[in-house]
């Protein structure tokens, strides 16, 4: 039997939403596998391995080629530029990154400090608007850093907008429009595009309509 096709599939949110679309286009998915501390799961009936990890990891392991395929979002993609095929637009967990303060509250003319966890998008982002900033890395509750004057502006997810309106934040503009996409490794995809070609034919019908 042929190396079983490996699939990194983001923890979370994302997972419920993916795992419902490959159950639909034929795929067997491991039942709540979040409920188990096993990070992979064989499917031998269909030659299929499962690896979960972390949304932001989920391309590392897809570009060093430890997972075939996998499913990415598009903030993900964007901050971190890996060496990836990006195959198709899952059009799940829509959301977008937007940039986000405290209301009525200029930002510093001098050298504003942007808060996030997307360094490369947010500096682009600006760097456009001809504006200079000063990026502050941060890994979690980005809302914080307006709260407590650590940044003049965050940039973030935002997909209800209710953390920000929980912390009294306010959106100033929305940047990039985010949806989770089905990746593969460059070496992966010439050797096992006959097992992964099909899968994206049939996610991609699926996502038309199921015909």
Known sequence: MNSPLTIAMPKGRIFEEAADLLKKAGYAVPDDP????????DLPGQNIRYMMAKPMDVVTYVEYGAADIG????????????????????????CYLAVAGLPN???????????????????QYFREQGEQIEIIP????????????LADRIVDIVSSGRTLKENGLVEYEKTTSITSRFIANPVSYRFKGKLIDPMVEKLRNQIRGGW
Not at 138 to 149: D, T, V
Request: proline letters at 8%; a negative charge; charged letters at 25%.
């Open 105 to 123: 509250q200029p930002m510093n003319s001098i050298a504003p400090k942007i808060a996030t966890k997307y360094p490369n998008v947010a500096s």
């Open 34 to 41: 979040e409920s188990s501390r096993k990070l992979i799961l």
């Open 71 to 94: 499913i990415a979002g598009k903030d993900v993609l964007l901050e971190q530029d890996r060496d990836v095929y990006e195959l198709l637009d899952l059009e799940i967990s829509p």
């Open 138 to 149: 941060l890994n979690g509750s980005i809302e914080l850093a307006p709260l407590i004057g």
